[in-house]
């Protein structure tokens, strides 16, 4: 019963997360932010593909579908719930089952998560991620930083196993959807924030 209550809080959390904010933001534009720019369903792409106000639009929605996938899962599954809900409301945004299963980066959604999951550790990746890109003005290296750092604060702050496999793959999934960033930041061709 444990385990089809998790099923179940997983399925519920990749169905909310596939509803890509982006997206359905674009739409009422009349534009798929797939199709301009860097070709990714989220938040930054938005920015510089629609502007200012349809990211921050982006951006709250993603968040509110990661927070309202953990809360589902906790009323399902208790903690394990939200945590497994939570982590699949990211796979939902990246591959949405509503759009082709072309979606974003899951890095908005990802930081609701992680706040839900223990938010000392959010509130800390949330300054990580300032710091860098303050330094840089590169969204995806400060993405992917804060990212890698959720599992080294997660066995800092001791917490279950359960807790650190799911920092593990967050992180490892968000590292694997910035490949590409990497690459271009390696050759010196990624765009920083404000660019076109």
């Known amino acids: 019963m444990d385990f089809l209550r998790i099923v179940i809080a997983a399925a519920i959390g990749y169905l909310l997360g596939s509803a890509n904010t982006s997206i359905i933001v674009g739409r009422f534009y009349g534009i798929d932010v ?7 369903a989220g938040a930054t792409n938005t920015l510089r593909t629609l502007g200012k106000s349809a990211a921050a639009l982006v951006g ?3 968040v509110l579908k990661g927070i309202i996938a953990c809360l589902v899962g906790s009323f399902i599954a208790g903690d394990i719930g939200l945590m497994v809900g939570g982590f699949a409301s990211v796979l939902g945004h ?8 072309k ?3 899951g890095i908005f959604t990802s930081f609701a998560v992680v706040l ?7 509130l800390i990746l949330l300054g ?3 710091v860098v890109v303050l330094l840089t003005r590169f969204v995806s290296l400060s993405s992917v930083t804060a990212s890698v750092f959720f599992p080294v604060l997660a ?3 001791n917490k279950n196993i ?10 490892a999934l968000a590292v694997f959807r910035h490949r590409s960033n990497l690459k271009r930041l390696i050759e010196g061709t990624e765009s920083k924030i404000g660019s076109k």
């Open 34 to 40: 797939r199709d301009h720019g860097s070709g990714n």
């Open 60 to 62: 709250v929605g993603d």
């Open 94 to 101: 990246n591959w949405p089952i509503y759009f082709k299963f």
């Open 103 to 105: 979606g974003g980066k």
């Open 116 to 122: 839900m999951m223990d938010y000392k550790i959010g």
């Open 128 to 130: 990580i991620f300032a």
């Open 155 to 157: 066995v800092i702050f």
């Open 162 to 171: 359960n807790f650190i496999i799911i920092a593990i793959l967050t992180a």
